[in-house]
T-cell receptor
Framework: EAGVAQSPRYKIIEKRQSVAFWCNPI?????LYWYQQILGQGPKLLIQ????????DSQLPKDRFSAERLKGVDSTLKIQPAKLEDSAVYLC??????????????FGPGTRLLVL | DQQVKQNSPSLSVQEGRISILNCDYT??????FLWYKKYPAEGPTFLIS?????DKNEDGRFTVFLNKSAKHLSLHIVPSQPGDSAVYFC?????????????FGSGTRLSIRP
């Protein structure tokens, strides 16, 4: 079974530029998450999708960050304009919906963003 | 406000000995706890979990202990092996479904010495 795919793996941009990250979840996983992991910290949830609907975007800085999952499969996270403090690893994860306590989120390798 | 805290940024253990990673939480509504392992340039991978109705869960060399009154959990790895060298994240959620938001700690880097 293929894992969560993300691209690009690395991106360097200057502040005030825009950038977009792409994620393709595991086939059949209806729930998709974007996390931001700043160096020395744990992953922080930015947005959670159930199919193509947003479940939780309470920690997404909506003035500069946007995300979409138009067809309920792959997703794009955009930052416009980028700030220095956006330098981080952006992780995408997916899971099957359900109530089983043993279900977990499967993470992609992440996109490492450096804003200069 | 950090709801999940891992106060030891790093830990070094000799191969074959026991590794003990600690985690504290502040939100009494958390009822499901997880440990993730992360290698460099990879995403975190699920390691082991525990529900608040239990105080121990074991999976091979890995055991997680939960002390609800102290709001503390720990991960024991015995015996420690070189492949265990990684960053370990403690995480917690309200509810154990995949729809539950997971709150991560800042991680502990475990190094296994030969």
């Amino acid at each position: 079974e293929a894992g969560v795919a993300q691209s690009p793996r690395y991106k360097i941009i200057e502040k005030r530029q825009s950038v977009a990250f792409w994620c393709n979840p595991i086939s059949g996983h209806a729930t998709l998450y974007w996390y931001q992991q700043i160096l020395g910290q744990g992953p922080k949830l930015l947005i959670q999708f159930q199919n193509n609907g947003v479940v939780d975007d309470s920690q997404l800085p909506k003035d500069r960050f946007s995300a979409e999952r138009l067809k309920g499969v792959d997703s794009t996270l955009k930052i416009q304009p980028a700030k220095l403090e956006d330098s981080a690893v952006y992780l995408c994860a997916s899971s099957k919906p359900g109530l089983a306590t043993q279900e977990t989120q499967y993470f992609g390798p992440g996109t490492r963003l450096l804003v200069l | 406000d950090q709801q999940v805290k891992q106060n030891s940024p790093s830990l070094s253990v000799q191969e074959g000995r026991i590794s003990i990673l600690n985690c504290d939480y502040t939100n009494s509504m958390f009822d499901y706890f997880l440990w993730y392992k992360k290698y460099p340039a990879e995403g975190p991978t699920f390691l082991i979990s525990i529900s608040s109705i239990k105080d121990k869960n074991e999976d091979g060399r890995f055991t997680v202990f939960l002390n609800k009154s102290a709001k503390h959990l720990s991960l024991h790895i015995v015996p420690s092996q070189p492949g265990d060298s990684a960053v370990y994240f403690c995480a917690a959620s309200e509810g154990g479904s995949s729809a539950s938001k997971i709150i991560f700690g800042s991680g502990t880097r475990l190094s296994i010495r030969p």
